[in-house]
């Protein structure tokens, strides 16, 4: 199926405001729906979506979550006067109610539920559903903090009862607790349920206990609660990004659902009054595009809050661009969580220990505060001297920063990071002719290579070839180097060639140095030798993951990665891609990443398919796979061109190699920032 987008918008879901001045809760307001829109009309990202309509809920879906009794008071509203309204809305806590309320909020859970249906269904692979009032903070029988009825809840339960969905992933990234999620499914343990939110010890709203790291859920919902409170405002990128890393994807993965649905608040953007916080809106791309490999790509994403116009928009279209499968901008500015962040993801691995695999071979401890390194030194600077400790304090946003002055920093913010996507994703080059998705590819003639030119690429290092040079390495640069030009020169976003001489990997990332590209990532699965010069070439960082018992020297540009088992290591791979290699990476910005599979190496098809798809978050996603085993092509190039993935068999941790990542990350901290 082609990456189609569903995404619902509708006007109904606008009528409705604020009619009073006091209390005030005049943020929340038809604005958001309609700003988002305009913006994803002015990008045109709408007539690239799949337009669904909305629907009314039914009686008997809300009853899937809330009471009758709370029911009926909500419908009670749609004939109440101003003070009556007023004096309703008080029962609660940060709620407004107005005649039109409960007929939105009806259009809004039927929205939600439209979008589930037609991921469910395969009309729609995955999609936005832009919807007011939010609903995460309501639960059985409480209106609470703008929300209703809880649009996300109920669509979870929807899935399980309509579709038998057996697993369900909610991911919560607004910037509140969705405490009304979190007490529907506290004691299922087939629902998943993650959270993060502004927590400061307590003393922001809705100041519960329940928000805490150590609400992990209850009876056999035990592990199946994750809380991540930060306790300090201004949180960035990379915050949230380490969250996800050494929190949420392992966890994801290891729970394996089989649809995800956002509660996506966007109040954990720059600039919103209630956040406060500094994620960038292209982060949210980013977040998007790690989640879109599970759940065989089911992904809903369903507004919730997000309260400054500007920011709440366009954090909105790099979710939607990122769903259409759109190269995610890279991250400007430094990629280093502060020690607030670092201590509570700590915390939330340490009450979640007993429950998750990945967690059962390290230690970790409650409240443990280290400094960190970081990396810095690749723009300007001696790399080896400039470590630094992670940020102390957390920058607050002033008044300032959400006014005028906040719109030109947007404005020339988005002028940086808005990319324009090479016209065709995928090129290859010597696969053969018999592969299915051939004609969605470039096919990339080969080109022949001379000795004189290889043996420039060869001698530009240390000058530590050995000549005469095979035949077959020529026939093999001849394939590659055409797939390097045309990603260097953006006519193509990533390619793949088969080849079967082990060394052209380190020849490929000389090349594209030679052709413009300031740093490469160089990913090498199975056997390799990796000339000296390579090794301390800083332009080139290697990641080498094999399985043999010698082990190699670590350099900072050369790590080597050595498996303690031979085979079978896909679980331990594509847990080392969280642990180590995304977050070097992000720190590391690369321009273009190199994959390196060697043949034999005891790793399933789906499990690199499922790595390749997660590179791609990295160098604009341009990569080029080189796959000395034909037989993986057919799977990798379906992660190349953005097909939805089939599952990983098994995400299995061995002991043993917990324990190589672990005693890495020691060392790897001497030159990196690393958690
Ligand atoms: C959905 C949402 C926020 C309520 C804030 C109340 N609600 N102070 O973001
Ligand atoms: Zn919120």
Redesign the pocket.
């Known amino acids: 199926m082609a990456l189609r987008t569903g995404l619902i918008y509708n006007e109904q879901m606008k009528n409705y405001s604020l009619l009073w001045d006091f209390p005030v ?1 005049s943020i ?1 307001k038809p604005e958001r729906l309609s700003a988002s829109h305009e913006k994803l009309k002015y990008y045109g990202l709408v007539e690239r979506c799949i337009p669904l309509t909305v629907r009314e809920a039914i009686e008997e879906e809300i009853l899937l979550v809330h009471s009758l009794d709370y029911l009926e008071a909500v419908k009670s509203t749609v004939s109440m006067n101003i003070e009556e309204l007023k004096a309703f809305s008080c029962n609660y ?2 709620v407004y109610f107005h005649p039109n309320s409960y007929h939105c909020a009806k259009v809004a859970l039927g929205a939600t539920l439209q979008l589930v249906d037609a991921a469910l269904l395969g009309k729609v692979r995955n999609g936005m559903a832009l919807v007011r009032p ?4 309501s639960h059985k029988s409480e209106a609470c ?3 209703i009825f809880n649009n996300v809840a109920i669509a979870a339960k929807y899935a399980k009862r309509k579709h038998g969905a057996k697993r369900i992933l909610i991911v919560d990234w ?3 607790h969705g405490q009304g999620t979190q007490y529907t499914f506290e004691e299922d343990p087939t629902v998943l349920y993650f959270s993060w939110h502004r927590y400061e010890n307590q003393q922001f ?2 100041n519960l206990r329940d928000s805490d790291y150590n609400a992990i859920g209850k009876g056999k919902g035990a592990g199946f609660n994750v809380n991540i409170p930060w306790n300090k405002a201004g949180m960035e990128n990379a915050d949230y990004l380490a969250a996800f890393f050494y929190v949420l994807l392992p966890i994801a993965y290891e729970f394996n659902p089989e649809l995800i649905l956002v509660s996506a ?1 966007y ?1 954990t953007a720059i600039g919103d009054p ?1 956040g406060e916080m500094c994620a960038t809106p292209e982060c949210f791309a980013h977040l998007t595009q790690l989640l879109m490999p599970l759940a065989n790509g089911k992904l809903c994403v369903v507004l ?4 400054n116009l500007r920011s709440l928009s366009e954090s909105v279209c790099m979710t939607v661009r990122a769903l259409l499968g759109d190269p995610v901008p890279p991250l400007v500015g430094e990629i280093v969580p502060c020690i607030s962040a670092i201590e509570s993801i700590q915390n939330v691995k340490a009450v979640h220990q007993p429950y998750w695999k990945f967690l059962k071979y390290q230690d970790v401890l409650i409240n443990e505060t280290q400094p960190k390194k970081q990396n810095i030194g690749f723009e300007g600077g001696d790399p080896e001297s400039s470590t630094v400790t992670s940020k102390e304090e957390k920058k607050v946003p002033t008044d300032s920063d959400v006014s005028k002055d906040f719109e030109e920093f947007m404005d020339s913010h988005m002028k940086k990071v808005l990319l324009l996507a090479p016209a065709i994703r995928t090129a290859l080059a010597g696969c053969g002719e018999k592969l299915n998705k051939l004609d969605q590819c470039l096919q990339v003639e080969e080109r022949k290579i001379t000795i004189e030119e290889a043996e420039i690429l060869c001698s530009g290092g240390g000058g530590d070839c050995v000549f005469p040079m095979l035949e077959d390495l020529l026939l093999s640069l001849g394939k590659i180097f055409p797939l390097i030009d045309k990603i260097m020169k953006r006519e193509v976003r990533n390619g793949i060639v088969v080849c079967s001489t082990q060394s052209s990997g380190v020849s490929a990332a000389r090349y594209a140095l030679r052709s413009g590209a300031s740093r490469v990532l160089l990913l090498l699965l199975g056997e390799a030798d990796i000339p000296i010069d390579v090794k301390e070439d800083e332009k080139v960082l290697v990641l080498h993951m094999y399985s043999k018992q010698d082990e190699k020297k670590l350099s900072k540009y050369y790590i080597p990665v050595c498996w303690k088992e031979d085979n079978k290591w896909d679980g331990d791979l594509l847990y080392s891609v969280f642990e180590i290699i995304l977050p070097l990476a992000y720190g590391y910005r690369p321009e273009l990443v190199i994959l390196v599979v060697g043949s034999n190496i005891g790793i399933q098809a789906i499990t690199i398919a499922h790595m390749t798809h997660l590179l791609q978050v990295l160098a604009q996603g341009r990569i080029l796979v080189i796959s000395q085993a034909s037989d993986l092509v057919e799977t990798l190039l379906s992660s190349l061109i953005g097909d939805a993935l089939s599952a990983v068999s098994s995400f299995d941790l061995k002991q043993e190699n917990t324990q190589v990542l672990v005693k890495l990350r020691q060392e790897l901290k001497k030159h990196w920032w690393l958690l």
């Open positions: 809760c929340e806590d940060d939010p609903g995460h903070h903090g703008f929300c607004d910037v509140h709203w809705p608040g109040d209630e919730e809050g997000g309260y």
